[in-house]
């Protein structure tokens, strides 16, 4: 599990491709202590299993579903990428309990500066943004947020400047994509919501055919 509070960006030193596995190696000098095979590390918000460490070069190997998912599938070297270690359990979490399992991808269609703070319209499918509210929480990138508006198919946030310091999200261009990964408990709640639906719709019409 992760916060979303992004520890700072490291650089891909090397991508290959083997057999539908995508093997990604990152230098994160800085952020290996006590790091061992088989943990857990969030790169741009997907929760990336370590399978070889070199000094403080690590790899890292990328499934297709998750490639499908996630923006991993564009990164090349040289590409900066957030970083988060997995939560320990007397870590206090700032932000809010990111999985690490991203939903989907969006596409930034608005930048928009001010002197301070930078705020993004991301664009997604509408089947997504039901999952969202103002003043809720997305993952964005691997950075938990604060939802500002919602729309059909898009929403906003805004981003101070600790968190441009600290984050690739700064750098992003309009149509870049971004990784998004939506609160578990929301999903949850709008699922079974769904579910129930058509019996409470069955039950409505039987009452009102039992009173007329």
């Known amino acids: 599990m992760f916060s979303g509070i992004v520890q700072g960006t490291r650089k891909i030193i090397a991508v290959d491709e083997n057999s539908g596995i995508r093997r990604l190696e990152i230098d994160l000098t800085g952020l290996t202590e006590n790091l061992q095979n088989g943990a857990s590390v969030s790169v741009n918000g997907v929760c990336l299993t370590v399978v070889a460490i070199e000094k403080e070069h690590v790899r890292f190997d990328v499934i297709r579903e998750t490639l499908n998912r996630s923006n991993l599938d564009v990164l090349k070297t040289g590409d900066p990428v957030n970083i988060e270690r997995s939560l320990k359990l007397e870590d206090e979490i700032g ?15 608005k930048i928009l500066k001010s002197e301070n703070n930078l705020d993004l319209k991301i664009s997604c499918a509408s089947e997504w943004t039901r ?13 938990s947020l604060t939802v500002v508006d919602v729309g059909e198919d898009w929403f906003t946030v805004s981003l101070i400047p600790e968190t441009l310091k600290r984050t690739i999200i700064g750098n992003k261009h309009e149509g870049d994509p971004v990784n998004l990964e939506f609160d578990q408990n929301t999903k949850i709640i ?23």
């Open 95 to 109: 932000g809010h309990q990111v999985s690490g399992h991203v939903d989907t991808t969006g596409k930034i269609s």
């Open 131 to 143: 999952f969202l509210v103002p003043k809720g929480w997305i993952a964005l990138d691997g950075i």
């Open 190 to 212: 709008v699922k079974t919501l769904d579910s129930m639906l058509p019996e409470i719709e069955k039950r409505l019409r039987k009452s009102l055919i039992q009173d007329l």
